[in-house]
């Protein structure tokens, strides 16, 4: 009897303990501080702070669905009725998003960049990895059409966990926007665990996804098996240009294969080939932008 209840205590032991450090890692995932991300961008230059001191902005702080604010940058130095909304990664903030702005500005554009829930100048508590972003983005989407009227055209580039969230904005939501361009999205939130499990713990993904797959429904609401992409992605009618880098081990380019090859209708896939994870553009940055002037070119406004 003593060793049956020594057992079942230590059971219990296990299951809280990987419980609440499973959930802990998911919805408290460590961020990049604000001078890291700014000093890093600079140092690379691909930020120049004077430059986008100067562009015409407006701050607005939209109200999340889930009660909090969203701080977002409306920046409009093109009298142009093309909008680009940038979708930041998981630990970054819109700082991060000005990169890819400035892609868009070059090609006349106007663009909005946002902060995340959990990040940046955003409330909320957790990160959800898209759970809940994505009703943030259809807030952001909405704000957009309510202020520059409904006949605008609209594109949102997300990257990494920006872009799983635009996928499931897209396909769960609504196909409300005109194209969509999805740097390094997980295929699958649950696959997206296995894989980092398996590389971090070298333990087999049962014994710890059960146990935090229900500590998250406790703690953030929401089971991780809702979280898939792949899963709603032929509910996207509108263009979507795929990329990834082909090193990219944190989240594989196997998932945008996948992704691409279950979008039906106008798609585009570009793999590079140099870059770990979320790096294509920094690594590739002539061809990634070749890439989206082909996509725009041959699918957008064709």
């Known amino acids: ?35 890291f991300i700014q000093n890093r961008e600079i140092t690379a230059k691909r930020l120049d702070m004077k430059r986008f001191a100067e562009l015409p902005k407006s701050e ?28 930041h990664g998981v630990t970054e903030n819109k700082i991060n998003s000005i990169k890819y702005m400035n892609i868009f500005l070059k090609r006349g554009f106007n663009a909005v960049i946002y ?13 959800s990895y898209g759970h809940y972003e994505k009703f943030d983005l259809k807030a952001v989407v909405d704000e957009l059409k309510s202020r520059k009227g409904p006949g605008i055209t609209i594109g949102i580039h997300g990257e990494s966990m920006g872009a799983a969230t635009l996928l499931l904005y897209a396909g769960m939501l609504e196909d409300a926007c005109d194209f969509y361009i999805a740097d390094c999205p997980f295929s699958d939130f649950e696959d997206q665990l296995k894989h980092q499990i398996k590389k971090e713990v070298k333990l087999p993904p049962w014994t710890i996804l059960p146990i935090g797959r229900a500590f998250i429904k406790i703690r953030d609401g929401y089971w991780t098996s809702e979280v898939s992409p792949i899963s709603v992605i032929k509910n996207i009618k509108k263009p979507i240009l795929f990329i990834h ?9 196997d998932m945008t294969k996948k992704l691409y090859q279950e979008k039906t209708g106008p798609k585009q896939l570009y793999l590079a080939p140099y870059g770990v994870h979320a790096q294509s553009y920094n690594e590739n940055s002539q061809e990634y932008q070749e890439a989206i002037d082909h996509f725009l070119k041959e699918l957008v406004f064709k």
């Open 1 to 35: 009897m003593k060793k049956w209840w020594a057992a079942a205590a230590g059971m219990a032991v296990y299951t809280m303990g990987a419980g609440v450090y499973f959930s802990n890692r998911i919805m408290y995932m460590k961020k990049k501080e604000e001078d």
């Open 60 to 87: 607005i702080t939209i109200t999340s669905p889930s009660g909090y604010g969203l701080k977002c940058l409306f920046i409009e130095p093109n009298k142009t009725d093309k909008w680009i909304i940038i979708s």
């Open 115 to 127: 902060d995340h829930r959990r990040h940046g100048e955003s409330g909320g508590k957790t990160s």
């Open 245 to 253: 880098s082909l090193p990219d081990t944190f989240i594989p380019a």
